[in-house]
């Protein structure tokens, strides 16, 4: 059935060290993608998604990138700061269907 | 613009009692969702609703969960009675028309099961 496969963390990077966070998916349809953030003690928010093959979703500096022949939406930035420590959620959405990664949780160290 | 609007933030109950967690989405969003959050889990899908009616509650264990969407605007999700494994996180989120619309969540309501 339809799934979100992502990176297993924790994560820590040093101060704007790039970064990258793997996530493929399996999906029946053309689902839309998406990575969401979750800060400690907030709710889930939505960082950047992508409707259809090739779009380039981007905010806050990060990026990803709708890859159908690798299934895949990898999140990406170049330099992170420590306010970017978090857990990353990358999610899928076909028909009326929503499915979750287990999440990744990012620690940025000065 | 408000965001979703969750109640109570933290709840601690004793195995065997009862819970309900409220939830108003943002003012004009037709579907609203429900989601159990497992420490170190992804958000999974309890029950979602279009309005007041619901569109899919195939992951709710219908046996202790119950939830409701009286007049499609306002929610509540009930546990009777609870185990120690419903402690998590319960999510509520909303969209303009549910599919592949963006969700906006809430901040969660903690629950411990003692």
């Known amino acids: 059935g339809d799934s979100v496969t992502q990176m297993e963390g924790p994560v820590t990077l040093s101060e704007e060290a790039f970064l990258t966070i793997n996530c493929t998916y399996t999906?029946?349809?053309?689902?839309?993608l998406f990575w969401y953030v979750q800060y400690p003690g907030e709710g889930l928010q939505l960082l950047l998604k992508?409707?259809?093959?090739?779009d380039k979703g981007s905010n806050k500096g990060f990026e990803a990138t709708y890859r159908k022949e690798t299934t895949s939406f990898h999140l990406e930035k170049g330099s992170v700061q420590v306010s970017d420590s978090a857990v990353y959620f990358c999610?899928?959405?076909?028909?009326?269907?929503?499915?979750f990664g287990t999440g990744t949780s990012l620690t940025v160290i000065p | 613009e408000a965001g979703v609007a969750q109640s109570p933030r933290y709840k601690i109950i004793e195995k065997r009692q009862s819970v309900a967690f409220w939830c108003n989405p943002i003012?004009?969003?037709?579907?609203l969702y429900w989601y159990q959050q497992i420490l170190g889990q992804g958000p999974k899908l309890l029950i979602q609703?279009?309005?007041?009616?619901?569109?899919?509650d195939s992951q709710l264990p219908k046996d202790r969960f119950s939830a409701e969407r009286l007049k499609g605007v306002d929610s509540t999700l009930k546990i009777q009675p609870a185990k120690l494994e419903d402690s998590a996180v319960y999510l509520c989120?909303?969209?303009?028309?549910?599919?592949?619309?963006?969700?906006?969540f809430g901040p969660g309501t903690r629950l411990l099961v003692l």
């Open positions: 999610a899928q959405s076909s028909g009326n269907q929503f499915y």
């Open positions: 003012s004009g969003h037709a579907t």
């Open positions: 989120a909303s969209s303009l028309a549910g599919g592949r619309e963006t969700q906006y």
């Open positions: 999906a029946t349809g053309y689902p839309s």
């Open positions: 609703f279009q309005n007041n009616g619901v569109v899919d």
């Open positions: 992508a409707t259809k093959a090739d």
